[in-house]
């Protein structure tokens, strides 16, 4: 009686472990795709700066020369 109370607390207990799935394929994904909005931000930023240092360079062109 002993070994069956035992037995049988022992298959409780590793039945209730919870078990953790992770999707590796979709947190990949989603890892590219938020590394691709950042690097398309950046860029942009980039280009606007860009822009900004031509427009300050033709307006001084402009008025000043």
Known sequence: MIRELKSGSESKSVDTTPTIEF????????TKAAAKVMLSVD?????????DCMYNFFCYLYFFV
């Open 43 to 51: 860029l942009r930023w980039i280009k606007v700066s860009l822009y």
């Open 23 to 30: 999707d590796f394929k979709a947190k990949f994904a989603e």
